[in-house]
């Protein structure tokens, strides 16, 4: 980062500690136009330093995940918005995984007027927000806590997976590549993750559309071993026509939104 300027380097440490930034906001922040932001941001991603996603920028994937509180900013919106929309999927006296993700703990927050559910998780936010609910009963995984998510990892919570037979998995991702791999930092993750999808009868993927702009290491699986991908849009024509030949039923929220909204209009 030696060849960035001390704005540059402020933007970027924005970035990390709110998990995005956007053009407007650093404009008015900086008093300077946003076609000068744009500048810099795109300058930070010539670098590789940044990734640019709608309105502004986060810092680029690479090895290792941005912070979870950092990631909890990235389309805040759209992932309420997501979780509300797969937790209307999963009926009431289902038995399901949620597996670790800020996306996936928008699910639970979403659950809590069911009943009659069983969530298996490893995701300690997750059994935080659905614990105290009398009917919903919270099995944890055991194992290692990692401590920079509250994600629990590792053989004895691939284990306790896998005595399980659920009706439901709900999981998240870090990433999608344009051939339709779901991708993760952590390969300990990986594994529990891909031993949720292993012993569900039905597998939600829970994905904004940042996910498309990011990469990440560690291979989870693939689109096809997704029943429903719920998102608030599906840009990518590779990957809407992916999910099409497979057969995968597809929820884009922003059309949900847009639908419900003329439909109002019209009354």
Partial sequence: MESITPRQREIVALARAQGRVNVEDLAARYEVSAQTIRKDLNQLCDQRIMSRVHGGAVVASGVENLAYEARRFIARDEKAAIGRAAAALIPNEASLFINIGTTTEEVARALTDHH???????????????????????IVAGGPVRRSDGGVIGAAAV?????????????????????????????????VSQAIIENARQCLLVADS????????????????????VTDRLDPAPLRELCRSEGITVVETETLIEHTAYSQSET
């Fill in 210 to 229: 940042t996910k498309f702009e990011r990469s990440a290491p560690v291979r989870i699986g693939h689109l096809r071993d997704v029943d429903v991908f």
């Fill in 116 to 138: 009659g559910l069983l969530v298996i998780t490893n995701n300690l936010h997750v059994a935080t927000l659905l614990y105290p609910h009398e009917n919903i009963e919270v």
């Fill in 159 to 191: 284990d306790l997976i896998r005595q399980f037979k659920v009706d439901y998995a709900v999981i998240g991702t870090s990433a999608i590549d344009e051939e339709g791999a779901l991708l993760d930092f952590d390969y300990r993750e990986v594994r």
